[in-house]
Every structure is written in structure tokens, then in C-alpha cells.
């Protein structure tokens, strides 16, 4: 059994009966953003591998292996994070499929030089980093979700560096940044293939956006239907509640 350390706890995996995660509601716990891109992007089945910059706890590679043979590799800044997804790997006995790096994603490209991917993915902080006195008290929570170790232009640079010449990117981040994202994709020879916006019920304005792009892709952006998460009475809908718990 492995060790569980505070609050941490362990939870099943949503639809993945089989599969258990270690979790902890004061340093991390994952949301359904990790879930929606693990559904959303493109997964190489059986040749090629993996690379999911802020892994965290290693949700999304959890996810991908439901969906893939390939290696998967998590990259997470924060120690107690990287520690949390050895753990993650072995509650699930992964060991042979997935592996992580303790490292800041901004190094990976130097890192793995010439060793590009087929599918790099990433959840990243979505929010400016504020003012000391508006900032998360909690510094694992404070990492996650402002960009205090790198900025929007630094995940999506090493997201294109790390990805082979045709090979996927897949990220999930709020729909107010749509326009940088896509500027900045181009800048860096991404091109926008697959976007898709999630709305928390209809008659609300989206708050997340799934977006994929192509490594030296040719132009072409397909916008895929909305996904709505309640229906009028405050239930999931039927399209989420399958994306959560399968069937």
C-alpha cells in the first residue's frame, strides 16, 4: 500500500473502476478542465509517446492510459506534486507505461533536444500572477493556478518546441484568453486544428476552452459543438455525465 501523507486521501478514478488516485484538497485535487482535455485531444493509440507539461498530481496521464499503449511522461514543478504522481503510478501499477520528471517545463525543450513528442499536453495556471495581498495564501494552490512560474507565451513556446513536426498540442484554458492562444500558436508554428467551448449551462457564457493544435500544421480550425455540463435543474447532462462515468 502506498503511503498517504495530511489529507490526502484516495479516490476512484470517475468511469475508470479499475483505477484509484491519491488526492488532497489543500494541495491538490483535480477538476473537470483535466478531465474534458483528457477526453478532448487526439491520443496516439499504440506507436509514438506522450508528454503532459503541468501534470500535477498525474491526472491526465492517469486518463491516457485508459486510451493509449504508448509511453506517457508527466512533468510537474512542485516536489510534493511530482511525489504525489510516483505515488499515483504505482497505487495503479503504471509503472511500465508512465514515468515523471520533477522539472519546470520551460528547461524540457533543452531537455529533450532533438526528442520531440506526438502529443504534448498541458492544464496550465490559468490566471495572471496578482498582487501579493490577492494571492492564494496556499502556495501549492497559488502555483497551480497563477502563472508564477511561467506565462501563457512560455507554455505554448515549449508546447511547439516539444512537439514533432505534425504532431499534436492540446491544452485546456479559459475562453477570455482565445485570442492570445491563437496568436500565439501561429507565433510559434502551432496551427489551430480543433477548438471546442464548455459551458456551464445554457444561457451561461462558456468558462473553459479545449483547444488542439498541429506542429506545422496546415490552416483549417474545426469548431466543435458546445458541451453543456447542467441541464436546467442543476444534473449533469447527458453528454458529461458519460464523459465522467462512461456507459
Given at each position: 500500500?502506498?503511503?498517504l501523507?495530511?489529507?490526502?486521501?484516495?479516490?476512484?478514478?470517475?468511469?475508470e473502476?479499475?483505477?484509484?488516485?491519491?488526492?488532497s484538497?489543500?494541495?491538490f485535487?483535480?477538476?473537470?478542465?483535466?478531465?474534458?482535455?483528457?477526453?478532448?485531444?487526439?491520443?496516439?493509440?499504440?506507436?509514438?509517446?506522450?508528454?503532459?507539461?503541468?501534470?500535477?498530481?498525474?491526472?491526465?496521464?492517469?486518463?491516457l492510459?485508459?486510451r493509449?499503449?504508448?509511453?506517457?511522461?508527466?512533468?510537474?514543478?512542485?516536489?510534493?506534486?511530482?511525489?504525489?504522481?510516483?505515488r499515483?503510478?504505482?497505487?495503479?501499477?503504471?509503472?511500465?507505461?508512465?514515468?515523471?520528471?520533477?522539472?519546470?517545463?520551460?528547461?524540457?525543450?533543452?531537455?529533450?533536444?532533438?526528442n520531440?513528442?506526438?502529443?504534448?499536453?498541458?492544464?496550465?495556471?490559468y490566471?495572471?500572477?496578482?498582487?501579493?495581498?490577492?494571492?492564494?495564501?496556499?502556495?501549492?494552490?497559488?502555483?497551480?493556478?497563477?502563472?508564477?512560474?511561467?506565462?501563457?507565451?512560455?507554455?505554448?513556446?515549449s508546447?511547439?518546441?516539444?512537439?514533432?513536426?505534425?504532431?499534436?498540442?492540446?491544452?485546456?484554458?479559459?475562453?477570455?484568453?482565445?485570442?492570445?492562444i491563437?496568436?500565439l500558436f501561429?507565433?510559434?508554428?502551432i496551427?489551430p486544428?480543433r477548438?471546442?467551448?464548455?459551458?456551464?449551462?445554457?444561457?451561461?457564457?462558456?468558462?473553459?476552452?479545449?483547444?488542439?493544435?498541429?506542429?506545422d500544421?496546415?490552416?483549417?480550425?474545426?469548431?466543435?459543438?458546445?458541451?453543456?455540463?447542467?441541464?436546467?435543474?442543476?444534473?449533469?447532462?447527458?453528454?458529461?455525465r458519460?464523459?465522467?462515468?462512461?456507459?
Amino acid at each position: 500500500m502506498v503511503q498517504l501523507y495530511g489529507d490526502e486521501r484516495i479516490d476512484f478514478l470517475l468511469a475508470e473502476e479499475n483505477m484509484r488516485i491519491i488526492q488532497s484538497e489543500s494541495v491538490f485535487a483535480f477538476s473537470l478542465d483535466a478531465v474534458l482535455l483528457a477526453d478532448f485531444t487526439y491520443v496516439p493509440k499504440t506507436r509514438g509517446k506522450i508528454l503532459d507539461l503541468c501534470t500535477g498530481n498525474g491526472v491526465i496521464p492517469l486518463f491516457l492510459s485508459t486510451r493509449s499503449e504508448v509511453p506517457i511522461t508527466g512533468v510537474e514543478i512542485q516536489e510534493r506534486l511530482y511525489d504525489m504522481a510516483l505515488r499515483n503510478i504505482e497505487l495503479n501499477e503504471l509503472g511500465d507505461q508512465l514515468s515523471m520528471i520533477h522539472g519546470d517545463l520551460k528547461e524540457m525543450p533543452a531537455y529533450y533536444g532533438n526528442n520531440k513528442f506526438d502529443l504534448v499536453t498541458c492544464n496550465p495556471p490559468y490566471f495572471p500572477t496578482p498582487k501579493t495581498e490577492q494571492k492564494n495564501l496556499n502556495e501549492h494552490l497559488a502555483i497551480a493556478r497563477h502563472e508564477i512560474h511561467c506565462t501563457l507565451e512560455e507554455v505554448i513556446e515549449s508546447l511547439s518546441k516539444l512537439a514533432k513536426s505534425g504532431g499534436k498540442v492540446a491544452m485546456v484554458h479559459r475562453p477570455e484568453r482565445l485570442v492570445d492562444i491563437l496568436t500565439l500558436f501561429r507565433q510559434y508554428k502551432i496551427e489551430p486544428k480543433r477548438m471546442r467551448l464548455v459551458y456551464p449551462k445554457k444561457g451561461k457564457e462558456a468558462n473553459i476552452l479545449l483547444i488542439e493544435g498541429t506542429r506545422d500544421g496546415k490552416p483549417g480550425l474545426d469548431v466543435l459543438p458546445p458541451l453543456y455540463a447542467l441541464t436546467d435543474s442543476g444534473d449533469y447532462t447527458p453528454e458529461l455525465r458519460k464523459i465522467l462515468y462512461g456507459g
